[in-house]
């Protein structure tokens, strides 16, 4: 079965980097994207970025731009993204999903989620 | 950039009630919009993509309608299990999506 499972929490201090990972498995993924998403405490869903698991090629939410990397490893199928220069503002939870390459519009296989906690 | 807006942000609704959320695009999306419900503490679940297809495993009392801008999900009689927020999430653009605020049905 379809599975995406996400690396454990995360507490970092303000103005350093993490790196969440989302290890799939239950599919054929080079016919999928991996897409990250992230909610704040009490707050809705933002899109962060995607990657293209056929490709690797990646996309990102201008909010986000310059400060954000997300990857796919194919040798170990498992996706990753690293968010540096954090603050406070980036305690949430960060969740992946997967959405078809060609004609998918949806996301419908979700990971558990990773609370990443950013706190002096 | 399109932008999403729902109304209401959050309703009060009782076992048994119909209960109908909006969700307005700020530009022509077609039908590329999808519903999501989700629980404390759970991630978001998937309950109707291009406007009106109920995925698999969604129980038919959810219904969902629009295309273009305006677009609709319907809970056609509440069941406990259904007290969460919603989701819609456009799918227009080729190069990312974008959540609606939500609504909280409590």
């Known amino acids: 079965q379809v599975q995406l499972v996400q690396s454990g929490a995360e507490v970092r201090k303000p103005g350093a980097s993490v790196k969440v990972s989302c290890k799939a498995s239950g599919y054929p993924f080079s016919g999928y994207y991996i897409y990250w998403v992230r909610q704040a405490p009490g707050q809705g869903l933002e899109w962060m970025g995607r990657?293209?698991?056929?490709?690797?090629?990646?996309d990102y939410a201008q909010t986000f731009e310059g400060r954000v990397t997300v990857t796919w490893d194919t040798s170990i199928s498992t996706a990753s993204i690293e968010v540096t220069r954090l603050n406070s503002d980036d305690t949430a939870m960060y969740f992946c999903?997967?959405?078809?390459?060609?004609?998918?519009?949806?996301?419908?296989?979700w990971g558990q989620g990773t609370l990443v906690t950013v706190s002096s | 950039d399109i932008q999403m807006t729902q109304s209401p942000s959050s309703l009060s609704a009782s076992v048994g009630d119909s209960v109908t959320i909006s969700c307005r695009a700020s530009?022509?999306?077609?039908?590329?919009l999808s519903w999501y419900q989700q629980k404390p503490g759970k991630a978001p679940q998937l309950l109707m993509y291009s406007g009106s297809s109920l995925q698999r495993g969604v129980p038919s009392r959810f219904s969902g309608s629009g295309a273009g801008t305006d677009f609709t999900l319907t809970i056609s009689s509440l069941q406990p299990e259904d007290f969460a927020t919603y989701y819609c999430?456009?799918?227009?653009?080729?190069?990312?999506?974008?959540f609606g605020p939500g609504t909280i049905v409590d």
């Open positions: 990657v293209n698991a056929n490709t690797g090629d990646t």
């Open positions: 999430q456009e799918s227009f653009s080729t190069t990312g999506i974008t």
């Open positions: 999903a997967r959405m078809r390459i060609w004609n998918g519009h949806y996301l419908d296989f």
């Open positions: 530009q022509n999306i077609g039908t590329f």
